[in-house]
């Protein structure tokens, strides 16, 4: 993947996550996003990638938290203040029972 590429990803992940800020639920969310297929292979390769997101911010968190006494659920709640518009997309899409293993397009994010 290209600097280009990368750069572009994360331009669309951007532009959901505000979208999503405004409303979670838009059957809008992901219209006009170019490169959209070409680079996510579709939605489902954006909802992995915002999902891996959310796992990584998660586990650095928990990694940290844990150390100083603070329980998994303290950091999830934590997390999911810090980023709202993350988690109302994670939910509003049930990626956590939707997808039962990590996709290795998401991974790229």
């Known amino acids: ?13 951007h532009t959901v996550l505000d979208r999503a800020a405004r409303n979670p639920a838009d059957t809008k969310l ?8 070409r680079l996510f292979g579709g939605r489902d390769g954006l909802l992995l990638a915002l999902r891996h997101r959310w796992q990584n911010h998660l586990t650095v968190k928990l990694d940290h ?3 100083q ?13 810090e980023q709202p518009a993350l ?7 049930d990626t956590d029972h939707r997808y039962s293993r990590p996709h290795p397009r998401a991974m790229a994010s």
């Open 30 to 37: 992901f219209d006009d996003l170019p490169e959209l297929d």
């Open 87 to 93: 988690r109302a997309v994670l939910d509003t899409y």
């Open 65 to 67: 938290a844990l150390a």
């Open 69 to 81: 006494g603070k329980s998994a659920v303290e950091v999830y709640l934590e997390l999911a203040t």
């Open 1 to 13: 993947m290209s600097w280009e590429d990368l750069h572009a990803r994360t331009d669309i992940l």
